[in-house]
């Protein structure tokens, strides 16, 4: 290979590798983001209805929150770790008398599937192995989408992510302690 080709090939991994180290850092941004948008017009939300002591108001806050929190350690495999050890749910299995929360929900799970599952390599690969499986097996992708969701909302209301949220702030503070 000639030194202008190395130049070259190592410029561009160079920079394909800087690139990622960014994206990684900017998704976990814009995830946490979207996560504040959504609790902050869900509060807006109840306290227009002068509802916020509401348990499902404050256990949907507790999961952002635990979400916001975790953003940096989420992945694929933290979601199937979760999943592995039993999602205990902290949610009501009620219908909720509440559109707002039931809404904010919603957008919650469609933003953290798509953070895990269509903003990474790794989520990708796993929707196309598992979308080439089911449509040679089962049924198309509506399944595996509908599948992924269900399993972002186990996790969502599980107290192991609340638990998960609050040993991260714990860490995080008494790192600042320390310093």
Not at 25 to 36: S, Y
Request: glycine content about 6%.
């Amino acid at each position: 290979m000639t030194p202008e080709l190395q130049l070259i090939f190592g410029t561009t991994m160079l920079a394909a590798g800087l690139s990622y180290a960014w994206w990684v850092g900017f998704r976990v941004w814009m995830l946490r983001q979207d996560l504040f948008s959504i609790r902050d017009e869900l509060w807006d939300a109840m306290k227009a209805r002068d509802s916020l002591d509401e348990p499902a108001h404050r256990a949907m806050r507790a999961s952002l929150k635990a979400f916001v929190r975790v953003a940096p350690l989420l992945s694929v495999f933290t979601l199937l770790g979760i999943l592995a050890e039993g999602a205990s749910s902290h949610h009501v299995d009620e219908p909720s008398d509440f559109p707002e929360i039931e809404a904010a929900r919603h957008k919650t799970v469609s933003r953290v599937m798509n953070y895990l599952f269509f903003e990474t390599l790794m989520g990708l690969a796993i929707v196309v192995g598992v979308s080439v499986i089911c449509l040679l097996i089962l049924t198309p992708f509506r399944i595996v989408k509908t599948a992924f969701s269900r399993w972002v909302e186990l996790v969502m209301d599980s107290t192991e992510l609340i638990a998960m949220g609050a040993l991260v702030s714990q860490t995080r503070v008494g790192t600042t302690r320390q310093a």
